[in-house]
T-cell receptor, first 108, second 112 residues
Framework: GQNIDQPTEMTATEGAIVQINCTYQ??????LFWYQQHAGEAPTFLSY????GLEEKGRFSSFLSRSKGYSYLLLKELQMKDSASYLC?????????FGAGTTVTVRA | SQTIHQWPATLVQPVGSPLSLECTVE??????LYWYRQAAGRGLQLLFY??????ISSEVPQNLSASRPQDRQFILSSKKLLLSDSGFYLC???????????FGPGTRLLVL
């Protein structure tokens, strides 16, 4: 089966940096996704890591260590609009298994 | 560009009534299609996926079923809804099974 852990909630100040960790245990791992989900809306794709290392996309970066079963999503220069739930998802057998999500609250 | 539609956006149904939720994708051919459910404060649970017309794989045994009558149409159904069927139902598509999934706007179902 798949076991994906991420913190339930995080709070940060506007302009700051927040790191959301995700650990996983799964068979047949292909890669790891991060999605952003605003309250009441559908998830939107942020990043996909297949190989070890850091992928940077503007203010957002995602890191993967396959040997450690570990990933993080780094959000820099936080803005109020970044308040959302961030979902870690691992691919296995060509399907996605999602973590419960981390709710990030950005305060002024 | 590709777009994915779901309807209805919101639905309130009595226990024991039937259900039909529809999902259509535009701008791509032979997509992989997925149905997920998200209960309040919970993660996404994969319910069904389809790699082609008439090909349905079920992930979780339940009183729901799925069908894919056309290449870009995916339907989620139930003959008799339960209270526990309430949730946010999301349809998603991908080009290939291992690639990024893109989600539709979702249907919020409340069973009373």
């Amino acid at each position: 089966g798949q076991n994906i852990d991420q913190p339930t909630e995080m709070t940060a100040t506007e302009g700051a940096i927040v790191q959301i960790n995700c650990t996983y245990q799964t068979s047949g791992f292909n890669g790891l996704f991060w999605y952003q989900q605003h309250a009441g809306e559908a998830p939107t794709f942020l990043s996909y890591n297949v190989l070890d290392g850091l992928e940077e996309k503007g203010r957002f970066s995602s890191f993967l260590s396959r040997s450690k079963g570990y990933s993080y999503l780094l959000l820099k220069e936080l803005q109020m609009k970044d308040s959302a739930s961030y979902l870690c998802a691992v691919t296995y057998d060509y399907k996605l298994s999602f973590g419960a999500g981390t709710t990030v609250t950005v305060r002024a | 560009s590709q777009t994915i539609h779901q309807w209805p956006a919101t639905l309130v149904q009595p226990v024991g009534s039937p259900l039909s939720l529809e999902c259509t994708v535009e701008g791509t051919s032979n997509p992989n299609l997925y149905w997920y459910r998200q209960a309040a404060g919970r993660g996404l649970q994969l319910l069904f996926y389809s790699v082609g017309i008439g090909q349905i794989s079920s992930e979780v045994p339940q009183n729901l079923s799925a069908s894919r009558p056309q290449d870009r149409q995916f339907i989620l159904s139930s003959k008799k809804l339960l209270l526990s069927d309430s949730g946010f139902y999301l349809c998603a598509w991908s080009v290939r099974r291992e690639e990024t999934q893109y989600f539709g706007p979702g249907t919020r179902l409340l069973v009373l």
